[in-house]
C-alpha cells in the first residue's frame, strides 16, 4: 500500500469472519470486550480469540505493538504482568521480543475481519500463535 492509502485509511482488506464458523463463534464470545477496548483506541486492534483469553495485538504489529489481554473482563498488559510476577524492564523487553517473534511466525495465518463500531478489527484464529502466547505471556518468569 502507497503512502497515500495509509494517509486516506486504506490498507489490505480481509475477509468477513463468518460467525456461523467454530473461529466465528469463539470470536462472538468476545465481541462486546473487543468492541469496548477497540472503542477506546485511536490505533489498529489485532485480536486472537482463544480459550483461555482474548489476546489483543495493538497498533503495527511487529514493528511499532502493544499487547493486551482479556479473561473474562478483566484486562492484562505487560506492565500488569510485570507488577504481578515481579518482572525486571530487561525481562518485560525479552517478553516482547518473543511476543514479536511469535507474531511474525504467524504471518501466513489466515486474518478475517470484522467491523465493531466505526472500527474494522482484524481476527486472528490462530492455535499456533494462540499456544504461543499461552506459552510467552502465562508462564513468565522472572
Not at 469472519?17 to 462486546?32: A, I
Request: contains cysteine.
Amino acid at each position: 500500500m502507497g503512502f497515500l492509502g495509509k494517509l486516506f485509511g486504506g490498507g489490505k482488506e480481509y475477509p468477513p469472519l463468518d460467525p456461523s464458523t467454530p473461529d466465528g463463534k469463539r470470536f462472538e464470545r468476545y465481541r462486546e470486550t473487543a468492541a469496548a477496548f477497540a472503542e477506546k483506541l485511536k490505533s489498529h486492534l489485532e485480536v486472537i480469540p482463544s480459550e483461555r483469553a482474548l489476546y489483543c495485538f495493538i497498533g503495527n504489529p511487529p514493528d511499532q505493538f502493544g499487547i493486551a489481554w482479556f479473561e473474562g473482563k478483566e484486562e492484562h498488559n505487560l506492565k500488569t504482568l510485570m507488577k504481578a510476577k515481579g518482572l525486571s524492564q530487561a525481562r518485560v523487553n525479552a517478553l516482547s521480543d518473543e511476543l514479536r517473534h511469535a507474531y511474525e511466525r504467524s504471518k501466513e495465518q489466515p486474518r478475517y475481519q470484522v467491523q465493531l463500531g466505526k472500527k474494522k478489527v482484524l481476527v486472528t484464529p490462530s492455535a499456533t500463535l494462540e499456544r504461543e502466547l499461552v506459552k510467552i505471556i502465562h508462564e513468565a518468569e522472572h
